[in-house]
């Protein structure tokens, strides 16, 4: 591929001029045709890089072997082998394959869930395509390509920069160099300059902190410089979310201590004068017992299962440990636009400085409508005024509207495309505008600046046309237009008319432009934009999303406090803001000026402990304001879209950014994405987070809680003399059942219903809470005694030892039969859980229970097993005896809903 598109030139791309790197790849700055395009992208292939290879089939299926306790198996299976017993050898090593069988399609399931979840966010970029702009997926970029940047973009391919304004790219993924490149399109370079002094160049994968440029692409794929060492950076291995990593240290904590009390067991038995045969099957079943070997990958499967319900609610999860911090979650830091409103901005007023307010009908991204003045007429004495503004809304704009395959096709920032429908209704286009008036610079909109501005060239001279916040226009400005002719601006009076506007929930714009003296060769900037002449406000509607309103209540309601965090003037926030219920009072809105004027960290404290409203804040604010959130306490969620977030959205406990609207930088620094960029989803993130942390507990208590029983029937047995109640390979048997059906059933456990109506859950509470191990100790000894009393009953009453262990087998499972519903909530009631909710549950249950029946009465299984059929009536006085888990946890249930009042 690299030969395919080696350019028409012996020189690097960094060594021609911008023409000669037109010519070697046989473009122009309008781009190339759409069956050019086409053309190219057939015979040299997609732009798209070497992934992660999972491991295979093969490779997972190995990996069940790597275990302490399948080494203790193995070992048991040889010493079958050297001592005779081949069947029982046979039996453990069918059980072993059985397991790593079903270990390897668990594990297997969740891996290929995960990649599904990955290919659901994919790279956008914006490209020339016969002069016009298109956004297209990243990986149909081709050599010659017209590639354009704006601020938090991510790079998808290499490129000649054409033009460059103010524009920095963060290079650190290819260099390791921490601070941001200055770039200058200008530039042509020697061919031996280094990759980081290639100031003239774009490199695939880096990330766009600041300003606007365009280049043309000249590598794709592994021909870029990220796709030479693409091996090195895009293969390195996914960290494991930290809860699987204390899982996994928990299970070789439990391994050790089995080791232990294996040595003590055998030391006690060997002072009784058991043989050394029967002390090694004592440590092994010891060890089956206790080792929750299946913990690990049941839990991969729950947190999998939690991602994919997340997804079908539009919430991604790029990293496992949001899972945990989204059930600790105390506060949610959104945005306004798009997130608690629907993002089709409507401009709906018009106001001109003389005080006359024009009406703007039409809705949505379709420019159909009219500019009427108050009475509902139209207003052809104001339309030179109007014309005016609307051409400054044009061109000082990235957005684009057009007709496309005979309907209204758009891109770019949406307040930039509502000021183009805007001036479609007033006979304005903004091709034909800047055929007008042809762009000379511009300043593009960042939102610490809060404005735009294009210079363009108007009768010979040149004229400045800017947009933006009416505080950041008033100081350009001295003077207003009216139908007698230019009059000096009045401040206040602006102002005056701009809080009308935002009372009424408008989100304001204002315009202005004027003559601006600049040389060729001089840098358009802020300094230029004086005496400028104010010929305008538009006063622009974002609905509230409907289901906004009623997302906020849950909030409230789970005990999560909600702030919006908006650039918009206070009194569109605060009204916007009194509809979602989120403040009660004036004081809880805050400005970023405000921020600004606390002197001391304490003070910015008071001010966020209040503020359920922030206006006017600049984008570095908003980690100003998670970082005092956190400090008062909260554990906090952000909302962000801009490169300008990333750094909040790494500083909160749980960073959320939008997927259809956000940048790459905020998608790559975030823990969750929403697809719909709803703040409901957000809130139904905070819900699915919940369950799916419940579900990991309540696998994890069922593994611990059965394990622990057995180890209380082994131990008492020993104290007492018994023979052992179990042998390793029945012990085998059962938690195959267990670990193999049972636990992965639980991980499909949906929501109780009450997920929203309780408090977060303390970040720092254990996973082994007081709940949890109150119900491990009351579970185990309940099923430990019991089954010990029914196994030394047997003896007693004459059964041998093998019968007495097929109905203490029996029992077994029958108790982890009916323990498996006690673990479906750990303070509701088992009968209040309707079984048909999760039919993989009752339905695996039952399976269970059948395979075992069926076990009995299949002759090389029982002979392995030593068990046989048992009457219809004991097997049901053995489930009368296996209900006692049942009650003794509904008890314990209703003694902690008691004691801490929970229903």
């Not at 003070?603 to 908003?622: F, G, L, N, S």
Request: charged share 20%; aromatic share 6%.
């Amino acid at each position: 591929m690299a030969d395919e598109q080696r350019p028409i030139s012996s020189k690097a791309p960094y060594a021609l001029d911008k023409a000669s790197t037109l010519s070697a790849f046989s473009t122009s700055i309008h781009g190339l045709s759409e069956d050019e395009a086409a053309s190219r992208l057939k015979t040299q292939g997609p732009n798209t890089l070497p992934k992660t290879k999972p491991p295979g089939v093969a490779k997972v299926f190995l990996n069940q072997f790597l275990s302490p306790l399948i080494y203790v198996l193995l070992a048991a299976a040889a010493i079958s082998v050297a001592i005779g017993e081949f069947s029982d050898a046979a039996f453990i090593s069918g059980v072993l394959l059985i397991n790593a069988v079903i270990g390897t399609i668990q594990e297997f399931s969740a891996q290929r869930a995960a990649a599904a979840l990955n290919q659901l966010v994919s790279t956008r970029c914006d490209v020339l395509r016969g002069g016009e702009s298109y956004e297209v997926d990243a990986e149909e970029l081709v050599p010659g390509d017209i590639v354009l940047l704006t601020s938090g973009s991510r790079i998808p391919a290499d490129i000649r920069l054409l033009e460059s304004l103010d524009l920095e790219i963060d290079e650190s993924l290819l260099t390791g160099e921490s601070i941001a490149v200055l770039k200058d399109s200008g530039q042509t370079l020697e061919d031996e300059t280094v990759l980081g002094d290639r100031c003239n160049m774009g490199f695939a994968g880096t990330l766009v902190n600041h300003g606007r440029g365009r280049g043309v692409v000249t590598a794709t794929a592994l021909s870029t410089e990220l796709g030479e060492i693409a091996a090195a950076v895009l293969t390195k291995p996914q960290a494991k979310a930290p809860l699987l990593v204390r899982m996994e240290r928990f299970t070789q904590r439990v391994a050790f201590f089995v080791g232990i009390a294996a040595l003590l067991m055998a030391a006690v038995a060997l002072s009784q004068g058991m043989p050394l045969k029967e002390i090694f099957f004592l440590a092994v079943a010891l060890a089956v017992s206790m080792i929750p070997e299946g913990l690990p990958v049941a839990l991969t499967v729950a947190l999998a299962v939690g991602m994919r319900r997340m997804v079908k609610r539009h919430v991604i999860i790029r990293r496992l440990v949001a899972v945990e911090g989204l059930g600790s979650c105390t506060f949610i830091a959104t945005d306004k636009t798009g997130t608690l409103t629907v993002n089709q901005l409507t401009a709906k007023q018009l106001l001109l400085p003389h005080g006359e307010p024009l009406q703007i009908t039409g809705e949505g991204m379709t420019p159909e409508g009219e500019i009427l003045s108050g009475p509902g007429e139209p207003a052809p004495h104001l339309n030179d005024m109007v014309e005016s503004l609307c051409q400054a809304a044009v061109l000082a704009n990235e957005g684009f509207l057009g007709r496309r395959d005979h309907a209204w096709a758009h891109h770019g920032d949406a307040v930039d495309v509502a000021l183009l429908v805007l001036a479609h209704k007033a006979g304005v286009v903004k091709a034909e505008t800047e055929n007008s008036y042809p762009p000379i610079k511009s300043i593009p909109y960042e939102s610490e600046q809060g404005f735009s501005a294009s210079l363009n060239r108007v009768d010979g001279n040149h004229q400045a046309f800017v947009k933006g916040a009416l505080e950041r226009l008033l100081p350009m400005c001295d003077r207003i237009p009216t139908p007698s002719g230019p009059q000096p601006l009045l401040a206040e009076q602006a102002t005056q008319q701009a809080e009308t506007l935002a009372a009424q929930g408008h989100r304001v714009l204002a315009f202005a432009r004027g003559d601006v003296q600049l040389s060729e060769n001089e840098v358009f900037s802020r300094e230029h934009l004086t005496g400028l002449t104010l010929i305008g406000l538009v006063g622009m509607i974002d609905p509230l999303r409907p289901e906004a309103k009623a997302a906020v209540a849950d909030c409230h309601k789970a005990g999560i406090e909600v702030a919006m965090v908006t650039g918009d003037h206070p009194a569109t926030a605060a009204t916007i803001a009194r509809e979602l219920d989120l403040i009660e009072r004036p004081q809880q809105v805050v400005t970023g000026n405000q921020l600004k004027q606390a002197e001391t960290t304490e003070a910015v404290d008071r001010i966020t402990r209040d503020a359920r409203v922030y206006a006017r804040v600049e984008p570095q604010q908003k980690l100003e304001i998670v970082q005092s959130l956190q400090r008062n306490g909260h554990f906090v969620a952000v909302s962000g879209d801009g490169a300008n977030d990333a750094p909040a959205l790494r500083a909160a406990q749980v960073g959320v950014a939008m997927g259809e609207c956000g940048t790459d930088v905020a998608r790559e620094t975030a823990e969750l994405i929403i697809t719909d960029d709803n703040f409901a989803s957000i809130v139904a993130g905070v819900e699915e987070g919940r369950i799916a942390y419940a579900n990991v507990r309540k696998v994890i208590f069922l593994l611990i809680s059965t394990g622990a029983a057995e180890l209380v029937l082994f131990t008492l047995a020993l104290l007492t003399g018994l023979p052992l109640p179990l042998l390793a390979v029945q012990l085998l048997w059962l938690n195959l059942i267990t670990n193999g059906i049972q636990d992965v059933a639980l991980a499909f456990e949906p929501g109780e219903g009450d997920e929203l109506k309780h408090p977060p859950r303390d970040p720092k509470e254990s996973i082994f809470n007081r709940i949890m191990i109150e119900r491990v100790v009351v579970s185990a000894l309940v099923i430990g005694i019991a089954a010990f009393i029914i196994f030394q009953m047997l003896i007693s009453q004459g059964y041998t030892v093998d019968e007495a262990r097929n109905g203490t087998l029996l029992l077994m499972v029958l108790f982890e039969n009916i323990h498996v519903f006690n673990c479906r909530s750990e303070t509701r009631s088992a009968f209040t859980h309707n079984p048909l909710r999760n039919p993989i549950l009752l339905f695996g249950t039952l399976a269970a229970q059948l395979i075992h029946i069926g076990a009995m009465y299949t002759p090389w299984i029982s002979d392995v097993l030593g068990i046989q059929p048992v009457s219809p009536w004991n097997w049901f006085q053995l489930l009368l005896v296996a209900l006692s888990v049942l009650i003794a946890m509904e008890l314990q249930k209703v003694y902690h809903r008691r004691l801490f009042g929970k229903k």
